[in-house]
């Protein structure tokens, strides 16, 4: 979306890139005289529209947002200050059933408090917590070309920034021997294919937090993996696609090996191990936090002209 703007402040024009969102400029003060000691304070405030893309850094697409602050004294060059901030989309969420514009038409009690309309952003958080807090735990027997590996199970497959991913590991019944599992948490980066170069079709991959343990003669374990707070939920737009998974790494053994017992004396591991890797991903989602970072923060900017 782009506005034209009826004054010279036009700050996109020295920007790289192309611009997606650019709202029309607001005049805050004008022939403003202070005496030494003297402050103002204005108040600025612009709505984001509810389809625009959040922020994002990653490999061909980079979505940043700033706030443009011009000044300028009679006879000079404009200052400009950009003060960047970081957006969180809730457009991914499912659709919530449009009843809350409805008529009230419950009876009129004049002792009881004014009920709180619901605001549209009330109903996102709403549903954006109800979605995450849904436990709905699958199982998955995770298998090769000669047996069972392992039984995982994930609590749940939906997520918010900074929420550990919980899941437990299952050997007890497996018929191959798995010596080491890793889990890495991924993102996928998918570009639209009239705006992809050349002809790579497979998507960027960036791995983030990673879990690895040793698990030979283990009949059950456990994975705790963070979500960072500073990555990108998912999110779709006309350029691109950002999605998430879970991309496991088995090590897995020829043959099964013989661990101790409650009556061993001494036992020694094998010297040598014929293994193979396996591998297998998992797609998860990931949204925005209820509670974002520094949201009481306040940064002060001065401007000299």
Known sequence: MQYLADTTFAPWQQDNGHVVLNTKPKILFCDLRLSPGESKTYLYRETIPSDAPPSYRGHAVKYSYKITVGTQRVNTAIKLLRIPFRVLSLSELPEVAACNDSVDLSPNNPFMETQHRETPLDVALQTLQNLTARRSPNFYNITNGRGRVVRFCLF?????????IVG????????????????ALQSEEHISDEYRRGKAITPTLVSYNKHHEMCMGLKYSHLVLPIPLHVTPDFTTDLMTLKWRLHFEFVTTSKLVEMPNETSINWQGPLVLDVETMIWDLPVHIHPTTTPPNTAQQIKYNIVI
């Open 156 to 164: 749940k497959n939906s997520y918010k920034l900074g929420e550990d």
């Open 168 to 183: 437990t590991f299952d050997f007890s019944n497996a018929t191959v021997s798995c010596a080491q599992v890793s889990v």
